[in-house]
């Protein structure tokens, strides 16, 4: 494996396996070992309930977080959540206060910091929780009264987090916050709105600490030390050139020296969420509407987007060409089998893709994803869900370089969305949904 898989990352807690969401904060959703799903058998446990299951994180070994919202589209208040779970019946065994978050429903994000606490970002609200019980240690109303998506820990363990603004919602606000006080260092609109969630790196040559964030029209890079932050005026590439063609994009992923993007990500039901003030809140259920099966609001293709992180060149590749594509998750690069792993969520499709100087389709698999994926690359396999024409929620195996499929596992799930998997102890996934909570396990 390669090396920057394995660094220690000093902003977070030094015995997790997994303290953020996507594994780290390149965005590589890369676990450690193997999960050899063929030599196996699945075994599922599940869990059902009212609330909207984000992510799960690991702190100490063995002590488990699920952090989520409640997806309160009408009637009282929503509210962020975070519960230690068993990992093996999925139960709570501690559970956060309700965590005021502004009245937006949307999914934000928990991390284990390196100060020890958890800390969990949802809609207007940051909040840094007791590891032991998830009392309320400190509560921060952030400066932009909207939804927040993305909350990382830098380098010097500060957290940085930004807010979601559609196409003509104005700029998105960066803010970086003091991990013990949650008291803001520094705060400053971008130029453009941002949907996607934030990625983050050190340069290997400059050390300069480097936040990566999906504008409206370009890719921006910031550039942070001790005392700011700053846009780098010196990359700034434009991804989006085809208009009401083209969607915006997600997450990126940073891999090999590329931003790798996905478009086509603000679908009719991020569009419906995000025009709403607050965010997500109706006074009448809004119904099969918010549904990202709809279909997309463009005529183009579902696009990946490789961009040179030293240079500002872009290059594309729609893997499947079938019009009015779209996602509402980011794609993820394997460097060790030199494959990029890219899907559509509205018209169904996966795909592996390969190329140096152009890129090219090394297979497709005809599954419908729509999760944040896990990968092992020692085993070469990836961890996506399949949404079928069933309405189950499965997960799906497969093999990265052939894109074979190696194993399919019903979650006990008929809600499907863009959240998080994550690498689990003993050969494990934890699945989160809307509704669903499940671990599946290899033995």
Known sequence: MSVDRLEAHPGYHLTSSWPVECGGNRRQKAAVGRLDAASGRASVTTRNDDRWHVMVIERDPGQWYVGGTMPAFTGPPPFGWVQRIDVDTL?????????????????????????????????????????????????????????HNGLLSLTDGTLITKDLRLEGRGGTTITRIDPETLDVLDSFVLPEGSMGRIAATVDPDTG????????????????????????????????????GAQGLAWDSCLSDGFCWVMDCGDIESVRMIHRRDPNGRWDEHPGRQLSWRQPAPWDGPQRLLRVDTSRERVTEIAPFGTAGGGVIAPPVHVPELGTTIAWDSVNGGLAGVVGDDELDVAWQLDVRPSMQPVVFPESGELVINDF???????????????????DRVDTGSRVANGMFLTAGPDRSIFYCSTLTLARITWS
């Open 91 to 147: 139960d709570p065994i501690a559970s956060s206060p309700e965590l005021p978050c502004g009245d937006h429903v949307w999914c934000g994000a928990i991390l284990a910091h390196a100060n020890g606490s958890i800390m969990s970002v949802n809609g207007s609200f940051l909040h840094r929780l007791d590891p032991d019980d998830l009392s309320i240690l400190v509560e921060r109303e952030l400066p932009a009264d909207c939804s």
């Open 208 to 243: 300069l600490e480097h936040v990566y964030v999906p504008g409206i029209e370009h890719l921006w890079r910031l550039e942070i030390d001790a005392d700011a932050m700053a846009v780098d005026r010196e990359w700034n590439p434009r991804y989006r050139t085809l208009g």
């Open 388 to 406: 079928t024409d069933a309405g189950t929620d499965d997960l799906v195996v497969v093999d990265v370089s052939s894109g074979d499929l190696i």
